[in-house]
T-cell receptor, first 115, second 112 residues
Framework: ETGVTQSPTHLIKTRGQQVTLRCSSQ?????VSWYQQALGQGPQFIFQ???????GRGNFPPRFSGLQFPNYSSELNVNALELDDSALYLC??????????????FGPGTRLTVL | QKEVEQDPGPLSVPEGAIVSLNCTYS??????FMWYRQYSRKGPELLMY????GNKEDGRFTAQVDKSSKYISLFIRDSQPSDSATYLC????????????FGRGTSLIVHP
C-alpha cells in the first residue's frame, strides 16, 4: 500500500448534482495530482496542487475544481455532473513540487457513477 | 494520430512466458519514460522509469526505449499469474509543462 487514501470508495450521483472527493496524501508529501480514468482508458491529468496552489491543469472545464489544505490533504469538486464524468478518480501524491512524477504514489481511487 | 498508442489487449500468455508490451508515441518532447502496473480496483504503481534510449533492467522486468523510432517496450521474463494486471506506459512532461500523458493500458492475463 502507498499510504495515499481516498474517500469514498465509490458513489452514485445523478446528472446536475455536485460531488466532492477526498484524498489524504502520503506522509510528508506536499504535492497532489488528480486524474480521471474512464473505463478502458489511461488516467487523464486534471490538475496538480503544490503547497495549496493550483500548479498545472489539464483539459478539463472549470466545473472541476480543487483544494489542498495545510495538512496537504486534498479535495476534488465537480459541479453540474454529466454522464461522461462517470470514471475512476485517482489522486497521487509526491514530494517537493511539480515535475516529480517519478516519485508519485497513487491512491486506490474513487469510482463515480453518474446516472 | 493520437499522442500515445497502446494496444488494449487482452494479452493472454501461459505462466513462464516472456511478455512484450509496447507503446508508440508521437511527441518528440517526451524525454522520460515510465511503466505502471494497475491491478483491478487499485491505483497504478510505478514499475520502471527511464530517461535514455537503450535497456534498463529490474529483476524480471526490462524497459527498452528507442527514441529514434518513438517506441518503448516493457519485457516481463518468467511471467507469473500475479503479473496479471493492466500495464500503462506514461510520459512525464518536459519543457516547463507539468501535464503527464498515459497510454490507455494493455490488459495482461497470465494463466497457470
Amino acid at each position: 500500500e502507498t499510504g495515499v487514501t481516498q474517500s469514498p470508495t465509490h458513489l452514485i450521483k445523478t446528472r446536475g448534482q455536485q460531488v466532492t472527493l477526498r484524498c489524504s496524501s502520503q506522509s510528508g508529501h506536499n504535492t497532489v495530482s488528480w486524474y480521471q480514468q474512464a473505463l478502458g482508458q489511461g488516467p487523464q491529468f486534471i490538475f496538480q496542487y503544490y503547497r495549496e496552489e493550483e500548479n498545472g491543469r489539464g483539459n478539463f472545464p472549470p466545473r472541476f475544481s480543487g483544494l489542498q489544505f495545510p495538512n496537504y490533504s486534498s479535495e476534488l469538486n465537480v459541479n453540474a455532473l454529466e454522464l461522461d464524468d462517470s470514471a475512476l478518480y485517482l489522486c497521487a501524491s509526491s514530494l517537493e513540487g511539480p515535475g516529480n512524477f517519478n516519485e508519485q504514489f497513487f491512491g486506490p481511487g474513487t469510482r463515480l457513477t453518474v446516472l | 494520430q493520437k499522442e500515445v498508442e497502446q494496444d488494449p489487449g487482452p494479452l493472454s500468455v501461459p505462466e513462464g512466458a516472456i511478455v512484450s508490451l509496447n507503446c508508440t508515441y508521437s511527441n518528440s518532447a517526451f524525454q522520460y519514460f515510465m511503466w505502471y502496473r494497475q491491478y483491478s480496483r487499485k491505483g497504478p504503481e510505478l514499475l520502471m522509469y527511464t530517461y535514455s534510449s537503450g535497456n534498463k533492467e529490474d529483476g524480471r522486468f526490462t524497459a527498452q526505449v528507442d527514441k529514434s523510432s518513438k517506441y518503448i517496450s516493457l519485457f516481463i521474463r518468467d511471467s507469473q499469474p500475479s503479473d496479471s494486471a493492466t500495464y500503462l506506459c506514461a510520459f512525464p512532461p518536459g519543457g516547463g509543462s507539468y501535464i503527464p500523458t498515459f497510454g490507455r493500458g494493455t490488459s495482461l492475463i497470465v494463466h497457470p
